[in-house]
């Protein structure tokens, strides 16, 4: 195990509040390492496209504190890496991290890229929200800091069964450990601040949205993703089943608090409100009913609100075709494309 010095601030996590709070602490004069479980700091933030209130793009805003962060002398940044314990009390906490393997030296890989390349294997990319590909060795995204790749041990070749060790032989720095292991360091730091964030809500596990199934229903945060510039259609705003332009779309909110209602019914039964398309006559009966939206509406029930917001459409511009949006070929367990 290895023993680091004595830090002031030990942050954990490395979304904006951890970056925010390790920077004020930094400027404060404080010595900081700031800790993340992902290969890079930004958190949530980092996948999203435009922020409310300033509508500023995201990246714009955060990226400039990566590099405030990775260069300010009082900060020490460790990614893959978490909290294996904590012994001892404020003032003098002895903490033990274990840094996961990356299967990339840091300190030999110069960012280019190259073993991404020539790697055959893909990989559902995450930080897209499993809507596109990535490969099994990639950086976690184009701004990511660090700029360094991580291998993603469940679809490498090699770590699954030694038939591949491409990116090896291109890396000119030797940069490449495929027999990197686990590292566990103990830091003495005289305060922790907990800046874990939070994770979005599967709905999944609300089969009712059809989440999953149908490729055109997607989260707040997959939608994000499609709206980047960064994401999976490069900024241009596509429905996943067919990579056409929609031409109506329709919110529902709170998803996650929508379980039960007061009164008693079911919260599927109190949904037979909501505005669907006409296309989802195919769909199941919970999900078709004979309602119609006028062009913008909020339905507003205790335990979710479901709005209608039609997207502006040229005059001549072809109507959704509805079989299309609901047709067999749209409907399926959520598949990635590259
Ligand atoms: C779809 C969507 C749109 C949004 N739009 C806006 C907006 O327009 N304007 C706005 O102000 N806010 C918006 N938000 C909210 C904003 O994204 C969050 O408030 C913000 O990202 C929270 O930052 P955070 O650092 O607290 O948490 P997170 O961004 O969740 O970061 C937490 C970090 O901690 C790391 N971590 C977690 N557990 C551990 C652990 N045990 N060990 C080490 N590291 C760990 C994670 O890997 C992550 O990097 C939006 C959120 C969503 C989902
Ligand atoms: S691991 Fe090697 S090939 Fe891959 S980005 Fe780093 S230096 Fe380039
Ligand atoms: S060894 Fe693994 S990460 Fe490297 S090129 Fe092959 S499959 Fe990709």
New binding site residues.
């Given amino acids: 195990m290895s023993q680091k010095n004595f830090i002031d601030v030990l942050v954990?996590?490395?979304?904006?509040?951890?970056i925010q709070a390790a920077l004020d602490l930094a400027n404060s004069g404080f010595k900081v390492n700031l800790?993340?479980?992902?290969p890079a700091?930004?958190?949530?933030?980092s996948q999203?496209d435009k922020?409310?209130p300033s509508n500023d793009c995201s990246m714009c805003i955060e990226s400039p504190k990566f590099n405030e962060c990775s260069r300010h002398p009082n900060i020490e940044i460790l990614t893959y890496t978490?909290?294996e314990s904590v012994k001892g009390k404020a003032g003098n906490f002895k903490v033990t991290l274990v840094k996961k393997p990356r299967y990339v030296v840091e300190e030999k890989c110069t960012g280019c890229n190259l073993c991404v390349e020539y790697c055959p294997a893909k990989v559902p990319d995450a930080y897209n929200q499993n809507i596109s590909n990535n490969k099994a060795i990639h950086i976690h995204f184009s701004q990511a800091l660090p700029l360094i790749p991580y291998v993603d041990p469940a679809a490498c070749l090699y770590l699954k069964d030694g038939s591949c060790t491409i990116c090896v032989g291109v890396c000119k720095p030797n940069a490449i450990d495929l027999h990197q292991e686990e590292e566990l360091m103990e830091v003495q730091a005289g305060a922790i601040v907990l800046?874990?964030?939070?994770e979005?809500f599967d709905p999944k596990l609300r089969s009712d949205y059809g989440y999953g199934v149908f490729e055109n229903v997607v989260t707040?945060?997959d939608y994000?993703r499609i709206l980047s510039s960064t994401g999976p259609y490069e900024g241009t705003i596509s429905r996943p089943s067919d990579k056409k332009h929609p031409h109506k779309i329709a919110w529902i909110q709170c998803v996650a608090r929508a379980r039960s209602i007061p009164t008693g019914e079911t919260a599927t039964a109190r949904r037979s409100a909501v505005p669907t398309r006409k296309s989802r006559s195919s769909s199941p009966k919970t999900m078709t009913p004979a309602w119609k939206p006028p062009s913008s509406t909020t339905i507003s029930a205790p335990s979710a609100r479901i709005s209608s917001v039609s997207t502006s459409v040229p005059k001549n511009s072809p109507t959704c075709a509805s079989s299309e949006a609901m047709s067999p070929s749209a409907r399926r367990t959520r598949k990635p494309k590259m």
Wanted: proline share 3%; aromatic share 6%.
């Fill in positions: 954990v996590g490395g979304g904006i509040s951890g800790i993340d479980k992902s700091i930004g958190g949530k933030m999203l922020t409310f978490e909290v800046a874990p964030g939070f979005t707040s945060l994000e």
